[in-house]
């Protein structure tokens, strides 16, 4: 059994997946299983990749069903206690296995962490602002408003996937948002301080290209979370803070588009929830 599997999920991105798998082949460690889980591309994904054949294992959906089934695909597919994601138009630098590898040895306890990343944007290095700097330990709170944990960035142990769930196939998009809200309500999430992914965006395939208000995933998602979460008084009361903070945002905006009902909606959300809170004995 491998150390660490290594899940990449794709769609028509016959080329951009095959430099992912090479910057795993290129890795320090090497105790690593690759799981591709070719998520129904039309394009020429399977014959690139067959350069790599007895050094990924190689699983197509033949529909096109989302990255959450795919990763999930993976997941249920792979056998590494320590399980790492990289979506295919990242790629690694060759110690980002050797390092998380060294966290989880140090810190036994630990659960979860990622790592720093380099932002390329139109083929520009790019900074993220300060919103978009990364947190360390407890995340919960910062990461309501934006996601701030990356899929790439990240090993964990299978262990943590078993008690809070996989990715939720019903969200199309920030389905990674919805899964580290799950993990950092129960625990820490911790950072190493090394920029050791790159990550590419500005490309039109991207799912925040096309899905448009996104917010609405996340309400779907922090909805969720207070009904189904073990989150304390603190958290709730963030929770709700940050719903009501979206909701009244994209209820404005169906409101500007002439969607009504859809605005009315949004905009009772929150209350009705904080009724039914109260309510709970």
Same mark, same amino acid.
């Given at each position: 059994?491998?150390? #660490?599997?290594?899940?990449?999920? +794709? ?7 095959? !430099?992912?798998?090479?910057? $795993?082949? *290129?890795?320090?460690?090497?105790? *690593?299983?690759?799981? $591709?889980?070719?998520?129904?591309? +039309?394009?020429?994904?399977?014959? #690139?990749?067959?350069?790599?054949? /007895?050094?990924?294992? *190689? ?7 989302? #990255? @959450?089934?795919?990763?999930? +695909? /993976? ?19 060759? &110690? ?16 979860? &962490?990622?790592? %720093?990343? +380099? ?9 993220? !602002? ?19 944990? @990356? ?12 008690? #809070? ?8 998009? &920030? ?22 992914? $790159?990550? =590419? ?8 290209? !096309? ?15 207070? !009904? %189904? ?17 979206? &909701? ?17 909606? *949004? ?11 109260? =309510?709970?004995?």
């Amino acid at each position: 059994m491998a150390a #660490v599997s290594i899940i990449i999920p +794709t769609h028509n991105r016959a080329l951009k997946t095959a !430099r992912a798998v090479m910057s $795993v082949l *290129y890795q320090r460690f090497t105790d *690593y299983e690759i799981v $591709v889980v070719d998520d129904g591309s +039309t394009d020429e994904t399977e014959r #690139v990749l067959q350069q790599f054949k /007895g050094r990924i294992r *190689y699983v197509a959906h033949k529909a096109n069903r989302g #990255v @959450s089934a795919a990763r999930n +695909t /993976g997941i249920a597919i792979s056998k590494g206690p320590l399980i790492a994601f990289l979506d295919s138009d990242d790629y690694w630098l060759p &110690c980002k296995l050797d390092t998380q590898m060294g966290f989880f040895e140090e810190n036994p306890g630990a659960l979860i &962490c990622q790592t %720093e990343e +380099t932002w390329i944007r139109n083929g520009k290095r790019a900074n993220p !602002r300060k919103r978009h700097l990364k947190p360390a330990g407890d995340v919960f709170e910062p990461s309501l408003a934006l996601c701030l944990v @990356s899929p790439s960035a990240v090993m964990l142990k299978r262990e943590l996937l078993e008690e #809070v769930g996989v990715f939720d196939e019903g969200l199309p998009a &920030c389905e990674d948002y919805d899964l580290w809200l799950r993990i950092a309500c129960r625990h820490p999430v911790y950072l190493i301080q090394q920029s050791l992914i $790159v990550k =590419e965006g500005g490309h039109p395939d991207q799912l925040s290209a !096309r899905f448009k208000g996104m917010d609405r995933f996340r309400i779907k998602s922090m909805v969720k979370l207070l !009904r %189904e979460s073990p989150l304390s008084e603190s958290q709730k009361k963030a929770t709700l803070k940050e719903l009501s903070h979206k &909701c009244q945002i994209y209820g404005t905006g169906c409101l500007k588009r002439g969607k009504k009902a859809e605005a009315a909606y *949004y905009r009772e959300l929150p209350s009705t929830f904080e009724t039914t809170q109260d =309510e709970t004995p």
